[in-house]
């Protein structure tokens, strides 16, 4: 063994840990250092957490009863206006601070009137850390509060205050307005989308009857005002809005024990997926919590006890399961409550416990009441639930079948797939391709080290008006779930995923397009956790080739056909432009370098931002309503790319 001359020089250790090695940051460094344990990400959806932020204070402010009006104003240079019609943060001097209350709110963290209970019996914030990040993470913010028939105005850049409170005039009303400009340097491109905001604030509306949200985009000049005197009932409407209902009226449960208020609306539809949303305080918690363990628990229970005592199950049948209990249910449920536990600031999650019980025996007297008091509407809830039990079990045979054909110790894989070499899946690919003739091309023309091609035989079942029973006896989609491997729905297990790059390559025309959709409607309702967790791609193969003497170009697009025939006009050259309008067109080397080759191609990552969105949509598209439909693409008409006619 090498040994090495000892020094002389007493230099510090590098075990040597002390004190003066702890890095405290102040709470608006700690912000702009790590700006994603606050407000999630530093993309488009950061942005939009800024809004947010600032617009719970607002919403704060209505579930107390002291505004009725919010208006969210996207200026054209980039800056955003909340105003309220609420009390006005307060401007006198704190206590503990020594400046002034509105001071205190925007540049400390976990400072506001949500703690103690006495000003907010319920509140969106949990940490109150909202307005002193969005202050922190804005290159200029400035507040006027409007109290005490007086206007007072302060101003901050980075978080720091650039003088005290100052009056700024007389007051005819009460409120807040805040604008801020987000930091380019947190950032990057500062651009926030209408439709997502407009889709958010919508549900605060719901959420709170009676009050008014108005969005203003000054950028393009569009607006929306959004008001609702039926709360959630109407936002389960919309939910159900392009889908055959089971029974007209949302069925609304409504009531307060101590200082929380527990709502829910519910109906089904002739569906097969589930839609329940659920909010605390009007945040939407995606990961549920408590509350939506509640809700779960006391629907099955219900629906067993009625559906047993009015002998729609008869004795010794098989009670409903909770997957039978929610097939075709579009529900939401809400809580308010004074102490929200949620998970990080994001507040995906709701984690108090004694809300569980609370939400449960609420709905199971008030829904236990009105199917003994609707017993028609009753039936056919109890009638579709039993259905979607039998099919449930048809489906469950047919998956443990699929299961053990997939398994890896049977080898059983579809005949038609060509497989890769390679068994590590993080290295390996799958393409599922349209037609024979195309996933010719694309075997011969793949590396089989890595890329299995799975072809699809026409168009796969719309799983959007199919039962899982029949779903899963569609030989097309039994094929994709065998080659994936990793089961589908509850079964889904991504470990044993066999590809971890899932691409579809469909011809760039309607049938492509159709087929596409289906495939994604697919994945979306039966492996989302594929999509989420970034497994699902698209190929982009090429729509024209362009020569111009002895070079070729391949061109994606039609704008991108436009501008290169401009630059070639001038050369003098012969020009040839070819159309691709499907797969099968291509040779296996044209195939190969446009749209396989990891070193050339493009291909366009799956990801679905907004579930309650996404669901809408494929509803919209691929259910059984024609009317919705028809009107969403007459509305998107001009939108569309790469139409073939």
């Given amino acids: 063994m090498k040994k090495e001359k000892a020094s002389s020089d007493k230099k510090k250790p590098k075990n040597d840990y002390s004190a003066a090695d702890i890095q405290v940051l102040g709470g608006r460094e700690a912000v702009r250092r790590r700006p994603g344990m606050y407000i999630g990400s530093t993309d488009q959806r950061g942005l939009h957490h800024l809004v947010y932020e600032i617009t719970y204070n607002s919403i704060d402010e209505a579930m107390a009863g002291c505004c009725n009006k919010i208006t969210v104003t996207l200026q054209q240079d980039d800056t955003v206006t909340i105003e309220d019609n609420g009390r006005g943060i307060p401007v006198d001097i704190h206590p503990t601070t020594k400046t002034s209350a509105l001071e205190t709110v925007m540049t400390v963290l976990h400072a506001g009137a949500k703690f103690g209970g006495k000003t907010y019996q319920v509140s969106g914030g949990l940490h109150g850390v909202g307005a002193s990040v969005v202050n922190a993470l804005s290159e200029h913010l400035e507040v006027i509060i409007c109290r005490d028939g007086k206007k007072y105005r302060q101003e901050y850049k980075k978080g720091i205050p650039q003088g005290s409170v100052n009056e700024a ?29 407009s889709e958010r604030l919508r549900e605060m509306a719901y959420l709170n009857k009676g009050l008014e949200i108005h969005l203003i985009d000054k950028r393009q000049d569009e607006e929306k005002t959004f008001y609702f005197e039926g709360g959630i ?8 809005r392009n889908r055959a209902v089971r029974h007209r009226q949302p069925i609304y449960i409504s009531k307060q024990v101590n200082h929380t208020i527990i709502e829910a609306a519910l109906q089904y539809n002739d569906g097969f997926t589930d839609n329940t949303l659920c909010f605390a305080n009007c945040v939407n918690t995606i990961d549920g919590g408590t509350h939506l363990t509640g809700f779960r628990s006391a629907l099955t229970r219900v629906l067993n006890d009625y559906a047993h005592k009015s002998r729609l199950l008869k004795e010794g049948e098989s009670n409903l399961v909770g997957d039978d209990a929610r097939e075709g249910l579009a529900a939401i449920i809400s809580v308010k409550l004074s102490e929200p536990q949620f998970e990080g600031q994001t507040k995906s999650k709701l984690g108090n416990i004694e809300i569980k019980s609370l939400v449960e025996s609420v709905v199971v007297e008030d829904l236990s009441l009105y199917l003994e008091e609707h017993p028609d509407e009753a039936k056919r809830i109890i009638e579709k639930c039993i259905t979607s039990a039998k099919a449930r079990e048809a489906a469950r045979k047919a998956r443990d079948l699929i299961i053990r054909k997939s398994s ?21 690919e799958l393409y599922l391709v349209e037609g024979p003739s195309a996933g010719g091309s ?11 091609i799975l072809p699809l035989r026409g168009k796969i079942l719309n799983v959007e008006k199919a039962s899982p029973d029949k779903m899963l006896s569609h030989e097309e989609i039994r094929s994709i779930i065998t080659a994936l491997g990793a089961g589908i729905d509850e079964a889904l297990d991504l470990s044993k995923l066999r590809y971890h790059r899932v691409i579809l390559m469909t011809d760039a025309d309607v ?23 970034g497994h699902l791609f698209i190929a982009q193969p090429p729509l024209y080739s362009i020569k111009s003497g002895k070079s070729k170009r391949w061109v994606y697009s039609d704008s991108e056909k436009e501008e290169l025939l401009d630059k070639l006009k001038g050369s003098g050259k012969k020009i040839e432009v070819q159309r691709y309008k499907g797969l099968g067109e291509m040779s296996a080397e044209q195939l190969w370098e446009t749209t396989m080759n990891p070193a050339t191609r493009t291909l366009l990552s799956v990801s679905v931002e907004d579930a309650a969105k996404a669901d809408t949509i494929f509803s919209m598209l691929m259910g059984g309503e024609v009317l919705p439909r028809k009107t969403f693409i007459q509305t998107h008409a001009k939108s569309v790319q790469n139409l073939d006619i």
């Fill in 442 to 452: 694309a075997k011969e023309g793949r590396n089989r080290r890595f890329q299995a």
């Fill in 169 to 197: 005039g007389i007051a005819e009303n009460t409120g807040t307005i805040m604008t801020f400009l987000a930091d380019t340097e947190i950032f990057g491109k500062i651009d926030y989308n209408f439709n997502t905001l």
């Fill in 408 to 428: 890896l110790e049977t080898g059983t894989l579809p005949g038609k797939l060509a497989d890769c070499s390679e068994k590590e899946p993080s290295h390996c």
């Fill in 233 to 240: 009932t109407g936002f389960v409407r919309r939910l159900n």
């Fill in 511 to 533: 049938d492509g397009a159709h087929i596409r959709t289906l495939l994604l409607t697919f994945f979306f309702r039966h492996m989302p956790e594929l999509i989420n967790s």
